[in-house]
Antibody
Framework: QVQLVQSGAEVQKPGASVKVSCKTS????????IHWVRQATGQGPEWMGW????????GYAQKFQGRITMTRNTSINTAYMELSSLRSDDTAVYYC????????????WGQGTLVTVSS | SDVLTQPPSVSVAPGKPAKITCGGH??????VHWYQQKAGQAPVLVIY???DRPSGIPERFSGSNSGNTATLTISRVEAGDEADYFC???????????FGGGTKLTVL
């Protein structure tokens, strides 16, 4: 079955960077785009960007341009999202999600990674 | 437009229908997806392409989309349906994805 398993919780100081991993299994990694979405406590999800694992092409939300980098390692079917210059309002649960083959929906999600930014 | 508007909360008695709306400029021209998120869990896709259900989602869940409003309908609400529900669209003009603010469904 399709699975997306994310790395564990992180605590970072303001100004630092965080890199979250998303290890996939149960499907051909390079055939489906991967998205990253974050959700602050009590808030709706916020889309951050997408990556095509086949060629590495990316597209980022304007809000995160210059601070976000999405990469992948196709040999281990894993996607990564790195966010730099962290601020306290970056504290949130970060999810990776697979783009559906049928439409622009996200059909499978990782379990989420809590990133806390605190001095 | 990148704004999707949902009511913060909807309450319904068990066995009754629940309707959750998602408002956006000309949303009827876009493909709307709906997600269910239970407390402490990742979102789950329940409706895609306005009206389609992924495998494993009960027939009680249905969707519609026209004009400036998309609607998720749960025909006979059960206690296990209590969750937050989010709508989502892809904005072709900017190649961005947008989520609504979410609606908390409470089963009375």
């Amino acid at each position: 079955q399709v699975q997306l398993v994310q790395s564990g919780a992180e605590v970072q100081k303001p100004g630092a960077s965080v890199k979250v991993s998303c290890k996939t299994s149960g499907y051909t990694f390079t055939s489906y785009d991967i998205h990253w979405v974050r959700q602050a406590t009590g808030q709706g999800p916020e889309w951050m960007g997408w990556m095509n694992p086949n060629g590495g092409l990316t597209g980022y939300a304007q809000k995160f341009q210059g601070r976000i980098t999405m990469t992948r390692n196709t040999s281990i079917n894993t996607a990564y999202m790195e966010l730099s210059s962290l601020r306290s309002d970056d504290t949130a649960v970060y999810y990776c999600a697979r783009n559906s083959a049928l439409d622009t929906a996200f059909d499978h999600w990782g379990q989420g990674t809590l990133v806390t930014v605190s001095s | 437009s990148d704004v999707l508007t949902q009511p913060p909360s909807v309450s319904v008695a068990p066995g009754k229908p629940a309707k959750i709306t998602c408002g956006g400029h000309n949303i009827g021209s876009k493909s709307v997806h709906w997600y269910q998120q239970k407390a402490g869990q990742a979102p789950v896709l329940v409706i895609y392409y306005d009206t389609d259900r992924p495998s494993g989602i009960p027939e009680r869940f249905s969707g519609s989309n026209s004009g400036n409003t998309a609607t998720l309908t749960i025909s006979r609400v059960e206690a296990g349906d209590e969750a937050d529900y989010f709508c989502q669209v892809w904005e072709r003009s900017s190649d961005h994805w947008v989520f609504g603010g979410g609606t908390k469904l409470t089963v009375l």
